[in-house]
């Protein structure tokens, strides 16, 4: 079975990084696992549940929160994934010439005409040299992490009676020594199933190396098929796999990041609740993904928004992952947070907020199914007349003032980025009628568009500073502004876009990564630079000609990766140092964004 040969390993990760966390999961549920093979954050039965793992988030009053497979006398580890798939190896040595090597997977392959992916967690522990004495920890919290679940034990199995899920661990390991949480020496191979609470009928081995192969198969034959560029592929493959393994397959929905409350900078409070589908971040990854070629989850996310979709069309920024719209924040006591820096917060208060940019980011979201012949069921009239009332909606919120993408919680404008989002739906609701031959809609909505573009650059448009504004009422710039031709809301040649790419380069770059803005905040002026916003700029430079100094500039911010190349929300400008939720799928769009247009052509390859 091959390990990745770029993987990225230690050369990409500063030793000061803390975020050393691979991600696993199926499209169910997903499981964060440290440097030495701990299992610290896991929702069970799905991303937006009761953390069973929530060690990452500093329980106050009990020991655990973690599934360890701990080596006596550690001293060091690797850990990479094996090439092209979801599935974390690490190995363990000891002081004494000792090794383990443990495969860390959620199951995932094609069965019966659908996808098998139970919300289950299977390790494979192997001694690969001297004599391994290991200690097995499963220690699951509930009610985040308030309280030690009860528990039942039989002859291969324990159980833990968890709010929402029980919790089985199936086992070839002998049961008393994971109860007692017994050190042993690892002498054979040996499997750990942890899931739902269901008898395993088979040979545990026997399930558990079917699982592995299949799995591996499943996630390489998924790799084999995306339109990768020539350049920096295992940064791209590993983004890929990331971004597919933050979409909910029941409903569709993509999460924002897999956490709660890791703070965008230290003790900064900027802690928020990420495990849940904003529709902007949702459209940025579809887009992503489609450029690759990997076009159902554009499929799936549509099925999610046409559930969540109104009558009139209007929608929040956020919904639940279940279609839930009321989404409560609240702080949690029980938790200390990460690193001990609270409060840790469950719920996210931006549901109530307006951000009219969501019309635009749907409808972009949308615009490939009606063009891209490959697909099974692609759009119709039908689905064009599903989503002409978002396109009302942005028509009529265009100029009306709103918290922005940026969820201003104290403040409301109308911001420059919000406007040119709602002229993107008109604009391609337009394109999307003109080419299912609509002639009448297409021109209403050609009008619309119109309309919107010349009322949005007279407001938004400082001649005398020389570059766009980020919003209508003000004069400050914001990373947004980056986006202007992305959408096509401007050339790339346009002077006015040319001259507002090098003023964010002079007043938001701060080395190898960008502020979104300066300008104080609800809560003061930001610390960290937010890192899709880095990539956007690198993909501007691009867009007006600087390509050399953008593939520089992207070489280096790439190896700001942690050591298995994912990426949170927020980096540290003087280390490097990542902070923020994680992975975060914004910055993993980034990257393939970037890469994508930076890479040399296959051509040049051959």
Known sequence: MSVDATAPG????????????????????????????????????????????????????????????????????????????????????????????????????????????????????????????????????????????????????????????????????????????????????????????????????????????????????????????????????????????????????????????????????????????WLRDAAFVVRALNRLGATRSMEEFLRYIFNIATHDGSLQPLYGIDFAEELEEIEVESLAGYRGMGPVRRGNLAWVQKQHDVYGSVVLASTQLFFDQRLAHPGDAAAFARLEPLGERAFALHDQPDAGLWEFRGRAEVHTYTAAMCWAACDRLAKIAGNLGLGERRDHWRSRADTIHAHTVERAWRGQAGHFSASFQSDYLDASLLLLADIGFLSPDDPRYVSTVEAIGRDLRRGDALFRYIAPDDFGEPETSFTICTFWYIDALAAIGRTDEARAMFERVLSRRNHLGLLSEDTAFEDGEAWGNFPQTYSHVGLIIAAMRLSRSWQEAS
Not at 15 to 30: K, T, Y
Not at 98 to 124: M, Q, T
Request: glycine share 6%.
């Open 10 to 277: 230690a050369t990409l990760h500063p030793a000061s990084q803390s975020l050393d966390l691979g991600v696993i999961g199926n499209g169910s549920f997903g499981a964060l696992v440290d440097r030495e093979a701990r299992v610290v954050w896991s929702c069970m039965p799905a991303f937006d549940g009761d953390p069973a793992f929530c060690a990452l988030l500093s329980p106050r009053d009990h020991a655990g929160g973690d599934f360890a497979i701990e080596l006596e006398d550690f001293e060091r580890s690797e850990q990479e994934y094996l090439t092209n798939t979801a599935i974390l190896r690490t190995v363990l040595h000891d002081r004494h010439g000792s090794a383990v090597e443990i495969l860390d997977f959620a199951p995932r392959w094609k069965n019966n005409g659908r996808i098998y992916r139970p919300v289950s967690i299977i390790r494979k522990l192997r001694p690969l040299s001297g004599t391994p004495r290991i200690r097995v920890r499963l220690r699951p919290l509930a009610d985040w992490g308030a309280r030690k679940p009860e528990t039942t034990w039989g002859s291969n199995h324990i159980r833990w009676l968890l709010p929402d899920f029980t919790m089985r661990l199936t086992t070839d390991v002998p049961v008393r020594f994971v109860r007692e949480e017994t050190p042993f020496v690892l002498a054979d191979t040996a499997h750990l199933v942890l899931g739902p609470d269901e008898s395993l009928l088979r040979s545990i081995a026997g399930y558990a190396e079917e699982a592995l192969d299949r799995t591996v198969e499943y996630w390489r034959e998924w790799a084999r098929y995306l339109s990768v560029p020539l350049d920096w592929q295992d940064a791209v493959i590993r983004s890929a796999i990331t971004l597919k393994l933050c979409q909910y397959e029941d409903s569709g929905a993509i999460i924002a990041a897999m956490t709660t409350s890791i703070p965008e900078a230290p003790g900064s409070v900027r802690n928020w609740d990420y495990r849940y589908c």
